[in-house]
T-cell receptor, first 113, second 115 residues
Framework: GDSVTQMEGPVTLSEEAFLTINCTYT??????LFWYVQYPGEGLQLLLK?????DKGSNKGFEATYRKETTSFHLEKGSVQVSDSAVYFC????????????FGEGTQLTVNP | DTAVSQTPKYLVTQMGNDKSIKCEQN?????MYWYKQDSKKFLKIMFS???????INETVPNRFSPKSPDKAHLNLHINSLELGDSAVYFC??????????????FGPGTRLTVL
């Protein structure tokens, strides 16, 4: 079945540091890939997405590139802010799996001033 | 206006009780979901309904029963609550099958604590 593996957290950075959160996936077909963000006490919000190989999703300074050859979708941001502190989830969906989203374990990011 | 809303936001109850969580979406979507997030933040789908019909039913104890009275509502009823049911439950909705073009929108979550 499908699965998503994220780097273990928590991750603690200083403001303006570079962020990478690794995500790799296993899928039977050709999935669509997502990053969701969960701010404290809130539900999940879609951060960015990509549908095919070499697509780059971007939003709010975050980027991730769909790498089919390495089955990866790593999240990056050049300069994090305190307001980026949240839990980040990598996820995928496949046509063969109906409407389900398969999530990674989530990575807690804390950015200190 | 809140797109996907859940009630209650917090639910504290005793083992063995029966409780319900309600979800409503005003996005006009035809597909709704329930997810469970455990204490380690791991999210797993429980159920999915499309046009009031059950389309995903993961390996969930039959103490959990979803009910969709109409396309805009998907409620979750839990019988004989156990300690292990303590979690945050998220409702979500999408228009049709989830894809990069049909985003899932999530509610704020319901934190269930079973004592």
């Amino acid at each position: 079945g499908d699965s998503v593996t994220q780097m273990e957290g928590p991750v603690t950075l200083s403001e303006e540091a570079f962020l990478t959160i690794n995500c790799t996936y296993t899928a039977t077909g050709y999935p669509s890939l997502f990053w969701y963000v969960q701010y404290p006490g809130e539900g999940l919000q879609l951060l960015l997405k990509a549908t095919k190989a070499d697509d780059k999703g971007s939003n709010k300074g975050f980027e991730a590139t769909y790498r089919k050859e390495t089955t990866s979708f790593h999240l990056e941001k050049g300069s994090v802010q305190v307001s980026d502190s949240a839990v980040y989830f990598c996820a995928l969906t496949e046509k063969t799996s109906g409407s389900r989203l398969t999530f990674g374990e989530g990575t807690q990011l804390t950015v200190n001033p | 206006d809140t797109a996907v809303s859940q009630t209650p936001k917090y639910l504290v109850t005793q083992m063995g009780n029966d409780k319900s969580i309600k979800c409503e979406q005003n996005l006009g979507h035809d597909t709704m979901y329930w997810y469970k997030q455990d204490s380690k933040k791991f999210l797993k789908i429980m159920f999915s309904y499309n046009n009031k019909e059950l389309i995903i039913n993961e390996t969930v104890p039959n103490r959990f029963s979803p009910k969709s009275p109409d396309k805009a509502h998907l409620n979750l009823h839990i019988n004989s609550l156990e300690l292990g049911d303590s979690a945050v439950y998220f409702c979500a909705s999408s228009q049709g099958e989830t894809s990069a073009y049909n985003e899932q929108f999530f509610g704020p979550g319901t934190r269930l604590t079973v004592l």
